[in-house]
């Protein structure tokens, strides 16, 4: 079993519509949780970041951490075609020498 | 103000040939972390460098090492490449290792192993 689990798709929804992307893990250490957005041949970039349980909201982004359930989700409202790309979800311990563990990402498809 | 800056953006090697990566960290960034992405998966940890000295090593074999300089660029060089090494490298710059919000990747490199 990997450390965290992430569906890679691809999903494919029609413009407006609202996204729904998750990430299991089985650390229960984790502590730091961030989603990064990948277009084709770039590099990830920084969506939401957030620190143990709780809900974060920016713009049109919703992102959403249970650590109980060892469970993360972002939600984008008003999806856009622009929003087409692959979405990574990324953990940490804390204290930066383990690094980020990502999920496989999900390729997302706004159909215009 | 630039990005993270990395050099070459694309390379074709040999298989038992050696590699040298370069990346350049936003201004004021003094930590700088490698990874690997294999096509179709995430991005995996090789290093963590803070201030010159490594603090964290992901789970690859020593044909990969790496260093950072004074002005806080970093290399990564990878020595008897395999087909498996074929992947797009990530540099990530950030102030400290566990400022996790402040992460910013650059464009990588894409390594091509034949």
């Known amino acids: 079993q990997k450390e965290v689990e992430q569906d890679p798709g691809p999903l494919s929804v029609p413009e407006g519509a609202i996204v729904s992307l998750n990430c299991t893990y089985s650390n229960s250490a984790f502590q730091y949780f961030m989603w990064y957005r990948q277009y084709s041949r770039k590099g990830p970039e920084l969506l939401m970041y957030t620190y143990s349980s709780g809900n974060k909201e920016d713009g049109r982004f919703t992102a959403q951490v249970d650590k109980s359930s060892k469970y993360i989700s972002l939600f984008i409202r008003d999806s856009q075609p622009s929003d087409s790309a692959t979405y990574l979800c990324a953990m940490s311990t804390g204290g930066g020498a383990d690094g980020l563990t990502f999920g496989k990402g999900t390729h997302l498809i706004i159909q215009p | 103000d630039a990005g993270v800056t990395q050099s070459p953006t694309h390379l074709i090697k040999t298989r038992g040939q050696q590699v040298t990566l370069r990346c350049s960290p936003i201004s004021g960034h003094k930590s700088v972390s490698w990874y690997q992405q294999v096509l179709g998966q995430g991005p995996q940890f090789i290093f963590q460098?803070?201030?010159?000295?490594?603090?964290g090593r992901g789970n690859f074999p020593d044909r990969f090492s790496a260093r950072q300089f004074p002005n806080y660029s970093s290399e990564l060089n990878v020595n008897a490449l395999l087909l498996g090494d074929s992947a797009l490298y990530l540099c990530?710059?950030?102030?400290?290792?566990?400022?996790?919000?402040?992460?910013?990747f650059g464009s990588g490199t894409r390594l091509t192993v034949v």
């Open positions: 460098y803070y201030e010159k000295e490594e603090r």
């Open positions: 990530a710059s950030s102030l400290q290792p566990d400022r996790y919000y402040g992460y910013t």
